[in-house]
């Protein structure tokens, strides 16, 4: 696959990503939120960089919902992710407790 080709990928993946992620902050149930974490979770390793970057939310539900997905993603992965964001003295406040 040549570099042109991997980016565009990339960039519709993201893209996917951050629409699957508004659809779990407007999700209504827990049975909603759980599909969307699921779903969301689907993607795998690309997951981790969008939901560490949505972790400054003021929005509580989406919060939560970032939990739920945090849930269904490698444990390994998701506890040192979210370590190094409390650890970080370069984000907020919000993103570091919700880390």
Known sequence: M???????????ERRALEAA?????GATSVEEVARHADAIAGYGSAVLPV????????????RGGL????QRLDRESVVA???????????????????
């Open 81 to 99: 992710a979210l370590r190094g964001e409390a650890r970080s003295h370069n984000r907020s406040d919000r993103a570091r407790l919700s880390a």
């Open 67 to 70: 939990a739920q997905v945090a």
């Open 2 to 12: 040549s570099g042109n080709s991997k980016v565009l990928t990339g960039l519709m």
């Open 21 to 25: 992620f508004a659809a779990l902050a």
């Open 51 to 62: 939901l560490l970057a949505k972790l400054d939310t003021d929005d509580p539900a989406l």
